[in-house]
C-alpha cells in the first residue's frame, strides 16, 4: 500500500513538474510580445488588441497551472521567522495544518465556485468583448478548476510523502 501511494504521489509531483517546465515559457513570450506592443503602440502608432489580451492569456496560464508545481516545490511564501527554526517533525505538521486548514479548503471552494462560471462561459463560448480580441476567454476560465484540482493533488501527494509511515 505505501509503495502504491508513494508512485502515486511521485506521478502527481511529475505532472505538476511537466505542467509547470512547459508554461514556465511563457514568461519569456510575454517579455517578447510586450515588447513587440509597446513598439507598435508608440513608434508605429499602432494598436496590438491580440497581442495585448495575448500576454494577459499567457499570464494567467502561466500562474494558474504553475501554483501547484510552486507548492510542491516548497517555494511559495511562508513566514519564515518561526518555521526556519523548527524540527523536521514540527515542519510536517506545520505543513499538515496548513494543507487541511488552508490549501485543501479554498481548492475546493475555488472548484465548487469555479464550476458554474466556466459552465456559462463554454454555453456562450465567451470571448473578449473587443472586436478584434481573442475569443477564448471560456478557455482561460477552464484554467480555474484545473488549478484548483491540481492544488488539491499535490497537497495530497505532499501529505502522503510526509505522513506515511517509513519502512
Known amino acids: 500500500m505505501r509503495q502504491h ?16 517546465h512547459a508554461v514556465r515559457w511563457l514568461a519569456l513570450l510575454m517579455v517578447a510580445i510586450t515588447v513587440v506592443v509597446v513598439i507598435l503602440r508608440y513608434v508605429f502608432n499602432v494598436g496590438a488588441i491580440v497581442l495585448h489580451e495575448s500576454v494577459m492569456y499567457m499570464h494567467g496560464t502561466l500562474f494558474l497551472l504553475g501554483i501547484a508545481y510552486g507548492i510542491g516545490q516548497d517555494t511559495h511564501v511562508r513566514v519564515d521567522l518561526v518555521y526556519s527554526n523548527l524540527s523536521v517533525q514540527r515542519k510536517r505538521w506545520v505543513t499538515l495544518g496548513g494543507h487541511v486548514l488552508f490549501l485543501f479548503p479554498v481548492s475546493m471552494l475555488i ?8 459552465d456559462a462561459s463554454w454555453r456562450v463560448f465567451e470571448g473578449s468583448s473587443e472586436v478584434d480580441g481573442i475569443q477564448g476567454i471560456f478557455l482561460l476560465k477552464s484554467l480555474l478548476p484545473i488549478m484548483a484540482g491540481l492544488l488539491l493533488l499535490q497537497g495530497l501527494s505532499q501529505i502522503a510523502r510526509d505522513w506515511l509511515p517509513k519502512e
Open 5 to 20: 501511494l508513494l508512485l502515486w504521489a511521485n506521478r502527481m509531483d511529475q505532472l505538476n513538474q511537466r505542467i509547470a
Open 111 to 118: 472548484f465548487i465556485t469555479s464550476w458554474p462560471y466556466v
